[in-house]
Structure formats: structure tokens, C-alpha cells
């Protein structure tokens, strides 16, 4: 089965810090699929990144960057020089591409929520 | 182009009634999934449809059922609506192993 974990339940940080966002997973799946979203408080679920499993190159996208490491089984987020913008609740999420069968589900994790102080 | 929309946005319901949710995916995705989300929880996978069948199904009871349309559209049914059942509903539609695109969610609220 897999499994997600944010240790981190909930960060608060002064604007312009930088801040990690930290996701564990297990699998026993040689291909998968890891995922983070935003949920701002209107409730959608905002597409952030996806990663698949023989990609683990490291990705850095205007303040957000992503830090994949196979090794430790851990899909890092961090957002550098925080904005107020990105207080949300943010998900971690991993899927097993069970392609036989066309069956896609994502596993979440509980959710970091980041408050941003201005 | 229009994303992925539900219907109702909010919902109150009393404790052994039925509700149907609704969803449309972004133009030319043909997979549906749905998912709850407890308050302080992430979402949890309920079902996915592809090509109007059943592709995946979480662990929840039978109470939960869902069918999708020839246009790709999707319901959710709930029977016998529990408090436990009080959540937030997402919908999402993807081309399979991409990204998923989520809806903005019903709220349901059972009293």
C-alpha cells in the first residue's frame, strides 16, 4: 500500500523567508508518480508539480523549487522569499501508474499549512 | 477554457437523506475521479471512471455509488447520508497518469 506523511502540520513564517515543506512516501511500485498541490482557503486544488519516478532531477520554477530524492524516498517543496500569496494548506501526493488497468488515484498526505506574516 | 466544475458549491442535508453531486471535466479528458475531504485531512480517493467505467474504487462503503455519462460527465450518490459523511467533495479530470485538475468542491454539510 502506499503512504504519504507531512510530518510538518502547520509552519509560520515572516514574509520574504524561505521555507521547506517536507513529504515522505512509501511505495512498493517501481513506477510512480509524486505530485504537490496548494489549496488556498476557497478550497480548489491548485496544480503545483509532478515528478515521475526515474526523473530525479531537481526542478526549480520562479521562488519554488523541488528536491527529489529516491535514496530517502522524500519529495521536498520549498518556496524561497515567502509571500503573503502563499499562505495555503499545502498537499503532498503520490500515485501508482497501474496502467493494466487505466486505474490513476492520487494518495495524499494530511497537508502542511503555511502562514505567511507579513 | 472552462476548467473542471461542480455543482452544487454548498449543500445541507439532514441524516438519512440522499445527495448527488455533479461534474463536469475540462473539454476532452475522459477520466473523472472523485474524492472527500475531511476537515484537517487531506482528500481521499472514492472513485474513477474512465471511458464511463468503474477504473478504482477507495475504500468506502456502499453507500457511495457513481456513474459516468457519454459526455464524460460525472455524479457522485450518497445514500443514507451519515454525519461522518460531512465534507468537502472534489472532482477532478485527467488524461490519465498527468497531472489531475481539480474542481473547486461541493460542501456538503449533514445535520
Known amino acids: 500500500a502506499q503512504k504519504v506523511t507531512q510530518a510538518q502540520t502547520e509552519i509560520s513564517v515572516v514574509e520574504k523567508e524561505d521555507v521547506t515543506l517536507d513529504c515522505v512516501y512509501e511505495t512498493r511500485d517501481t513506477t510512480y508518480y509524486l505530485f504537490w498541490y496548494k489549496q488556498p482557503p476557497s478550497g480548489e486544488l491548485v496544480f503545483l508539480i509532478r515528478r515521475n519516478s526515474f526523473d530525479e532531477q531537481n526542478e526549480i520554477s520562479g521562488r519554488y523549487s523541488w528536491n527529489f530524492q529516491k535514496s530517502t524516498s522524500s519529495f521536498n517543496f520549498t518556496i524561497t522569499a515567502s509571500q503573503v500569496v502563499d499562505s495555503a494548506v499545502y498537499f503532498c501526493a503520490l500515485s501508482e501508474a497501474n496502467s493494466g488497468a487505466g486505474s490513476y488515484q492520487l494518495t495524499f498526505g494530511k497537508g502542511t499549512k503555511l502562514s505567511v506574516i507579513p | 477554457d472552462a476548467g473542471v466544475t461542480q455543482s452544487p458549491t454548498h449543500l445541507i442535508k439532514t441524516r438519512g437523506q440522499h445527495v448527488t453531486l455533479r461534474c463536469s471535466p475540462i473539454s476532452g479528458h475522459k477520466s473523472v475521479s472523485w474524492y472527500q475531504q475531511v476537515l484537517g485531512q487531506g482528500p481521499q480517493f472514492i472513485f474513477q471512471y474512465y471511458e464511463k467505467e468503474e477504473r478504482g474504487r477507495g475504500n468506502f462503503p456502499d453507500r457511495f455509488s457513481a456513474r459516468q455519462f457519454p459526455n464524460y460527465s460525472s455524479e457522485l450518490n450518497v445514500n443514507a447520508l451519515l454525519l461522518g459523511d460531512s465534507a468537502l467533495y472534489l472532482c477532478?479530470?485527467?488524461?490519465?497518469?498527468?497531472?489531475?485538475?481539480f474542481g473547486q468542491g461541493t460542501r456538503l454539510t449533514v445535520v
Open positions: 477532478a479530470s485527467s488524461l490519465l497518469v498527468t497531472e489531475a485538475f
